[in-house]
């Protein structure tokens, strides 16, 4: 089975500031990963996804995340944050083959609060 | 293009009631899954559903169903509603094509279910 765990519940950053936000996984076999933003009261939104290509994924927004193996790891970072990347960031991981048809796995959440 | 769609975004029921929600998918995907989110427990997958049948079900109890139609628009049932069944409930879309699950998910902005 696969999980993920995100270290942190709350990350409080200033506009302009560097985001990191902590992910670790969990998984028998080289694993697909995704971070995905909730906005309030909206639905998810895909950032970036790794899926065994390159290490470093970029993703929408300035967003980007190193899967890092020997780690199990993969964090998300932005050089400079903005007011409107407060929200909620999901990491997460899927399975293999026909039982993981639409299911993600997702970690607990890390709400970013960006202040002026 | 439009997004994932779901009716109704709020309601209130009471306990042994049942609801229904729908949802209506990308022009295009055959795949619909459902998922539950809580304060407590995340975000939990219910099932899945791909050219009217179910692919995937996620660890709920019976009282949780859903369907597909021709259309690929779903719905899920909950019959006998308990307090613990408030919640938002998310529906995403996805091609649902292939062997394996890309992860990528296209996520309506959800129904939320208070039960008193």
């Known amino acids: 089975a696969q999980s993920v765990t995100q270290l942190d519940s709350h990350v409080s950053v200033s506009e302009g500031t560097p985001v990191l936000l902590r992910c670790n996984y969990s998984?028998?076999?080289?694993?697909?990963l995704f971070w995905y933003v909730q906005h309030p009261n909206k639905g998810l939104q895909l950032l970036l996804k790794?899926?065994?290509?390159?290490?470093l994924v970029k993703g929408i927004n300035g967003f980007e995340a190193e899967f890092k193996k020997s780690e199990t790891s993969f964090h998300l970072t932005k050089p400079s944050a903005h007011m409107s990347d407060a929200a909620e960031y999901f990491c997460?991981?899927?399975?293999?083959?026909?039982?993981?048809?639409?299911?993600?796995?997702f970690g607990q959440g890390t709400i970013l609060t960006v202040h002026p | 293009k439009a997004g994932v769609t779901q009716t109704p975004r709020y309601l209130i029921k009471t306990r042994g009631q049942q609801v229904t929600l729908s949802c209506s998918p990308i022009?295009?995907?055959?795949?619909v899954s459902w998922y539950q989110q809580t304060p407590g427990q995340g975000l939990q997958f219910l099932f899945e559903?791909?050219?009217?049948?179910?692919?995937n079900k996620g660890n709920f109890p019976g009282r949780f169903s859903g369907r597909q139609f021709s259309n690929s628009r779903s719905e899920m049932n909950v019959s006998t509603l308990e307090l613990g069944d408030s919640a938002l409930y998310l529906c995403?879309?996805?091609?649902?094509?292939?062997?394996?699950?890309?992860?990528?998910?296209?996520f309506g902005e959800g129904s939320r279910l208070t039960v008193l």
């Open positions: 995403a879309s996805s091609s649902g094509t292939g062997t394996r699950n890309t992860g990528e998910l296209f």
């Open positions: 998984s028998s076999y080289s694993p697909s």
């Open positions: 790794y899926t065994s290509a390159a290490t």
């Open positions: 997460v991981v899927t399975g293999l083959g026909g039982t993981s048809y639409g299911k993600l796995t």
């Open positions: 022009s295009g995907h055959r795949s």
């Open positions: 559903y791909f050219s009217e049948t179910q692919r």
